[in-house]
């Protein structure tokens, strides 16, 4: 097949070729822009119009075109030019309404609302007579182009605790414990219970996955009493010690600490112990108790920072693969099982990953939040 030689030539310098070539391969690439940057590539190989063409999905008018804007514009005179669309039916006013009203909050307006949604700005909007008709999709995309989404919510502290120097070190101190390179025989454990685990014995037994069909639980069950869970993450191994009782009091902390202490063996001389800011860990018995174990050594994160603990990750790990779907017969039951999934954790522990990034990550975090 043979086609007639174009008047046009594309020549393409070292740095144009490389960005045509990235524009092609990259995935976020629009399929329109892809196929036109495949063409110019291919007719700056010599390739004629005619057989451009079919190779890309343009007919040669299309790559003849296209070609010239290139000459023209470069690899910028590849994308669309943009469209004005259609005429908008609003006014900026009736915009202006709607942001003004997802800014405030329904309840200090008289509405019986937690939260806007669209729907419900809509009919407001119609309500108050701002105007006569607008639909949810328009209250939408007005929110979308001023980025607000009055329905979503989060939760923020205030800050009680000032984010100052004292702070910065705190969080400095803690994430040094989780990425320097430790010492022989030092060793860091992040300590934290899991308190009011219910055994929720389900009335009909708990099915199991079928075709077509999920796990299957019971809605109505038992209560049978509660449980605690008090365990020690160790943060270059991932082991995991355990340890259940019924209640949580400063003499169950202590039993616990009794157990590390056997079970940990005597060459690890150093033990740095992540500790939250409860009572139940800064408590006298537990103060003692320390001073009489002096390779022991308590750390605390700052307050509110809880979620620094890395012993919090692991619980969420056993809250989803272990508790999401409680049927257990009774407490001794569930006591059972909860030892049983620390022993299968210990069989392929593993280490979660933290940076020094963490630190900078945290202030600017807490720096934004003040800001706010």
């Known amino acids: 097949m043979r086609g007639r030689v174009s008047e046009v030539r594309v020549r393409l310098r070292?740095?144009?070729?490389?960005?045509?070539?990235?524009?092609?391969?990259?995935?976020?690439?629009?399929?329109?822009v892809a196929r036109r940057a495949r063409a110019v590539l291919l007719i700056a190989a010599g390739e004629r119009y005619a057989h451009v063409g079919p190779r890309v999905g343009m007919s040669e008018r299309y790559v003849r075109m296209w070609?010239?804007?290139?000459?023209?514009?470069?690899?910028?005179?590849?994308?669309?030019?943009?469209?004005?669309?259609?005429?908008?039916?609003?006014?900026?006013?009736?915009?202006?309404?709607?942001?003004?009203?997802?800014?405030?909050?329904?309840?200090?307006?008289?509405?019986?609302?937690?939260?806007?949604?669209?729907?419900?700005?809509?009919?407001?909007?119609?309500?108050?007579?701002?105007?006569t008709d607008i639909s949810r999709e328009t209250v939408r995309r007005i929110l979308a182009s001023h980025h607000l989404t009055p329905w979503r919510h989060h939760l923020w502290l205030s800050s009680k605790v000032p984010r100052d120097a004292a702070f910065a070190r705190q969080v400095e101190a803690i994430v040094d414990l989780y990425t320097r390179p430790l010492l022989p025989g030092e060793m860091v454990l992040c300590l934290d219970e899991n308190t009011n685990l219910h055994p929720r014995s389900r009335l009909c037994p708990t099915r199991p996955a079928q075709p077509q069909r999920p796990v299957r639980v019971a809605h109505e069950y038992k209560r049978?009493?509660?449980?605690?869970?008090?365990?020690?993450?160790?943060?270059?191994?991932?082991?995991?010690?355990?340890?259940t009782a019924p209640r949580t009091r400063q003499a169950e902390f202590i039993a616990f600490l009794e157990d590390l202490d056997q079970a940990i063996p005597a060459s690890a001389h150093t033990i740095h112990l992540v500790m939250d800011n409860l009572r139940l860990h800064k408590?006298?018995?537990?103060?003692?108790?320390?001073?009489?174990?002096p390779r022991f050594h308590g750390h605390f994160p700052p307050v509110h920072c809880s979620w620094m603990n890395q012993v919090e990750q692991w619980f969420s790990i056993l809250q989803r693969t272990r508790l999401r779907s409680a049927d257990f017969a009774a407490v001794e039951h569930l006591a059972a099982r909860l030892d049983a999934f620390v022993a299968a954790w210990n069989?392929?522990?593993?280490?979660?990953?933290?940076?020094?990034?963490?630190?900078?990550?945290?202030?600017?975090?807490?720096?934004?939040?003040?800001?706010?």
Do not use: N
Request: with cysteine.
């Open 283 to 293: 408590g006298a018995l537990v103060c003692a108790w320390l001073a009489d174990h």
């Open 67 to 131: 070609g010239r804007r290139f000459l023209d514009r470069g690899i910028s005179g590849l994308y669309d030019k943009p469209r004005p669309g259609r005429p908008p039916t609003f006014s900026p006013v009736v915009a202006l309404h709607v942001v003004k009203m997802a800014c405030e909050q329904p309840d200090a307006q008289g509405h019986a609302l937690c939260q806007w949604d669209c729907a419900e700005l809509a009919r407001e909007m119609v309500a108050t007579g701002v105007v």
């Open 14 to 32: 070292g740095v144009t070729r490389r960005r045509l070539e990235h524009t092609v391969r990259r995935t976020t690439t629009p399929a329109g």
């Open 224 to 243: 049978g009493g509660a449980l605690t869970l008090c365990a020690a993450f160790d943060t270059r191994t991932g082991h995991v010690y355990g340890r």
């Open 347 to 372: 069989e392929q522990a593993h280490p979660f990953h933290w940076t020094r990034a963490a630190v900078a990550k945290v202030m600017a975090r807490c720096e934004g939040e003040q800001a706010a």
